[in-house]
T-cell receptor, first 115, second 114 residues
Framework: DTEVTQTPKHLVMGMTNKKSLKCEQH?????MYWYKQKAKKPPELMFVYSYEKLSINESVPSRFSPECPNSSLLNLHLHALQPEDSALYLC??????????????FGPGTRLTVL | AQKITQTQPGMFVQEKEAVTLDCTYD???????LFWYKQPSSGEMIFLIYQGSYDQQNATEGRYSLNFQKARKSANLVISASQLGDSAMYFCAMREANTDKLIFGTGTRLQVFP
């Protein structure tokens, strides 16, 4: 089973709202990722959690706040977003963090619209 | 710096024909991984196939095969017997050495027609 689930599928929020995106996997993977994908562009890495610790932050604005409560769950807390933050947010997981060829498996994504 | 290049913004193929999607990469590290993903209009990134830099044989997964030419730094995806459901965006990606980062190319939109 290579399933990564994400909720919600769609989210519309105002610039003053606070919302959260949720990602879950039950494959025993120890690395989890958040990507942002704008229309007609490739995904861009935002954060990497390795063994539940933040290992990579790609200079993402503080209005995006990741959280990894346990090895199966990854959240992305959103606050005071801008319209340009509207995008598809993809979560992924892989078995082992670190170098090499470990495959990342992606969830279906959350389509976020900021009004 | 590592880089992935996909030079074909769009490709057309007739159903049941084979198609090759091009991917070239640039890295100075001898150890790396190469991946292909399919992204339908629904948005999900679907893993298709993986090739390690030290793998001696080209990877195959069902109708997908990877034409790995290490000296030319190319990792082309071959889809045999195309189906209408293969219409999607296809991304080539490379796992950056010594990090967890996956670097994507700009993608190729494949359209399969009857």
């Amino acid at each position: 089973d290579t399933e990564v689930t994400q909720t919600p599928k769609h989210l519309v929020m105002g610039m003053t709202n606070k919302k959260s995106l949720k990602c879950e996997q039950h494959m025993g993977h120890r690395a989890m990722y958040w990507y942002k994908q704008k229309a007609k562009k490739p995904p861009e890495l935002m954060f990497v959690y390795s063994y539940e610790k933040l290992s990579i932050n790609e200079s993402v604005p503080s209005r995006f706040s990741p959280e990894c409560p346990n090895s199966s769950l990854l959240n992305l807390h959103l606050h005071a977003l801008q319209p340009e933050d509207s995008a598809l947010y993809l979560c992924a997981s892989s078995h082992d963090p670190g170098p090499g060829g470990d495959t990342q498996y992606f969830g279906p994504g959350t389509r976020l619209t900021v009004l | 710096a590592q880089k992935i290049t996909q030079t074909q913004p769009g490709m057309f193929v007739q159903e049941k024909e084979a198609v090759t999607l091009d991917c070239t990469y640039d890295t100075s590290d001898p150890s790396y991984g190469l991946f292909w993903y399919k992204q339908p209009s629904s948005g999900e990134m679907i893993f298709l196939i993986y090739q390690g830099s030290y793998d001696q044989q080209n990877a195959t997964e069902g109708r997908y095969s990877l034409n790995f030419q290490k000296a030319r730094k190319s990792a082309n995806l071959v889809i045999s017997a195309s189906q209408l459901g293969d219409s999607a965006m296809y991304f080539c990606a490379m796992r950056e050495a010594n990090t967890d980062k996956l670097i994507f190319g700009t993608g190729t939109r494949l359209q399969v027609f009857p």
